[in-house]
């Protein structure tokens, strides 16, 4: 079946533009996370959310990060007035209802001039 | 806060060799642990989930053990490929922020043919 899909793969923006990725998770899956991977780190947990509860975003840096989700669907996460140090790539992950293991999307490299 | 640790960050084996990746944690009250590997430009694969109450988990050439008290988890790769060559990630969700997973920077392995 279809997996974790992302758009759009690269994203090239000016300093101060706004930007926003999209996370297309498993069919039925109830979960969905979104991590953030910048180069030659490990990856940093942002939001997270679960059906209709509210999400935990304990882990978005700044206020200038938000993330929305409809239902059991798509997500976006939205960068307002982007900074070089939000260039890195954007990780998207969804789990079955129940489940632990993540399913993870191939990324939004985000490359911020 | 959690940290998750891999060591060594880096390896090289020919092919045919067995080999074990580590990895480590500082808070040992988990919810679970999942190894996942990330090949170049993509996104993470699953490899294994072990649950905290589980000591190990196998597939295929894989298997994975835990450790909950020292804090530690291998995973161990039987009979080395070329095709191993990838970056192995360790991720760790905490018992009281079971959405939440930590992950380590990872393990860059080469097999050599």
């Known amino acids: 079946g279809a997996g974790v899909s992302q758009s759009p793969s690269n994203k090239v923006t000016e300093k101060g533009k706004d930007v926003e990725l999209r996370c297309d998770p498993i069919?039925?899956?109830?979960?969905l996370y979104w991590y953030r991977q910048r180069l030659g780190q490990g990856l940093e947990f942002l939001i997270y959310?679960?059906?209709?509860?509210?999400?935990?975003k304990s882990g978005l840096p700044s206020d200038r990060f938000s993330a929305e989700r409809t239902g059991e669907s798509v997500s976006t996460l939205t960068i307002q007035r982007t900074q070089q140090e939000d260039s890195a790539v954007y990780l998207c992950?969804?789990?079955?209802?129940?489940?632990?293991?993540?399913?993870f999307g191939p990324g939004t490299r985000l490359t911020v001039l | 806060k959690q940290e998750v640790t891999q060591i060594p960050a880096a390896l090289s084996v020919p092919e045919g060799e067995n080999l074990v990746l580590n990895c480590s944690f500082t808070?040992?009250?988990?919810?679970?642990l999942q190894w996942f590997r990330q090949d170049p430009g993509k996104g993470l694969t699953s490899l294994l989930l072990?649950?905290?109450?589980?000591r190990e988990q196998t597939s295929g050439r894989l298997n994975a053990s835990l450790d909950k008290s020292s804090g530690r988890s291998t995973l161990y790769i039987a009979a080395s490929q070329p095709g191993d060559s990838a970056t192995y990630l360790c991720a760790v969700s905490h018992r009281n922020t079971g959405n939440q997973f930590y992950f380590g920077t990872g393990t860059s392995l080469t097999v050599i043919p």
């Open positions: 808070d040992s009250a988990i919810y679970n």
């Open positions: 069919s039925g899956h109830t979960a």
């Open positions: 992950a969804s789990s079955p209802r129940g489940g632990y293991e993540q399913f």
């Open positions: 959310f679960q059906g209709n509860s509210a999400p935990d």
């Open positions: 072990i649950q905290s109450s589980q």
